[in-house]
């Protein structure tokens, strides 16, 4: 099974600076999806960005970009120019390329992001 | 483009009662999954939908069940709750042509005294 490990509880940043949020995963498959997803306090979580494991090219997604390292198994989130609305619990989510319409997410434990103006 | 709704958004319950929350998935989307959140974690995966047959199940007891629709809307239904059954429950909808690629609701939160 699949395992997605965020090792950083909590983050903090100040506004306009950058910060990192890691993600490390284990999986024996080859072919896979890695997501970043972002939960506001108001719940609704929504999607910041996605990488394909086939694609070297790491995903960027305006101010959010990653650093994907397939070898070691790490996929870590930058976010640049932080805002305060970027304030939020980060997830780290792990997807099978292969099973058809099976879209089951392995998410991490999450991140919390606090952005000091 | 209408996005996933879920209800109700906040409910109280006890031990051992009986549970349902609905969900209506996003204008286009036929697959349904649900997720237990419990406080301080990682989104857990229940099962998934698609087409009204459960086509994936996570770690999770027969008492939890569900239903979709031929509109795609969602039922999760629990049984017999249990204390630990208190967490916040996500219903996502997504589509073939995007996969991984999920859209939440904002969650149903049950407590269970």
């Known amino acids: 099974a699949q395992t997605v490990t965020q090792s950083q509880p909590e983050m903090s940043v100040q506004e306009a600076e950058t910060v990192t949020l890691s993600c490390t995963y284990d999986?024996?498959?080859?072919?896979?999806?890695l997501f970043w997803y972002k939960q506001p306090p108001s719940r609704q979580m929504i999607l910041v960005i996605r990488?394909?494991?086939?694609?070297?090219q790491n995903a960027t997604e305006n101010r959010f970009s990653v650093n994907f390292q397939k070898a070691a198994k790490s996929f870590s989130l930058k976010i640049s120019d932080s805002q305060l609305g970027d304030a939020a619990m980060y997830f780290c989510?792990?997807?099978?390329?292969?099973?058809?319409?099976?879209?089951?997410?392995?998410f991490g434990k999450g991140t919390l992001l606090t952005v000091n103006p | 483009e209408t996005g996933v709704t879920q209800s109700p958004t906040h409910l109280i319950k006890t031990r051992g009662q009986q549970v349902t929350l609905r969900c209506s998935s996003q204008?286009?989307?036929?697959?349904v999954s649900w997720y237990q959140q419990a406080l301080g974690q990682g989104p857990q995966f229940i099962f998934q939908y698609y087409r009204e047959e459960e086509n994936g199940r996570g770690n999770f007891p027969p008492r939890f069940s569900g239903l979709q629709f031929p509109n795609y809307s969602s039922e999760l239904n629990v049984n017999a709750l249990e204390l630990d059954d208190s967490a916040l429950y996500l219903c996502?909808?997504?589509?073939?042509?995007?996969?991984?690629?999920?859209?939440f609701g904002e969650g149903s939160r049950l407590t269970v005294l």
């Open positions: 990488q394909e494991a086939y694609k070297q």
């Open positions: 996502a909808s997504s589509s073939r042509t995007k996969p991984g690629e999920l859209f």
């Open positions: 204008s286009g989307h036929n697959t």
């Open positions: 989510a792990y997807r099978s390329y292969s099973g058809g319409s099976n879209y089951k997410l392995t």
């Open positions: 999986t024996s498959e080859s072919d896979y999806y």
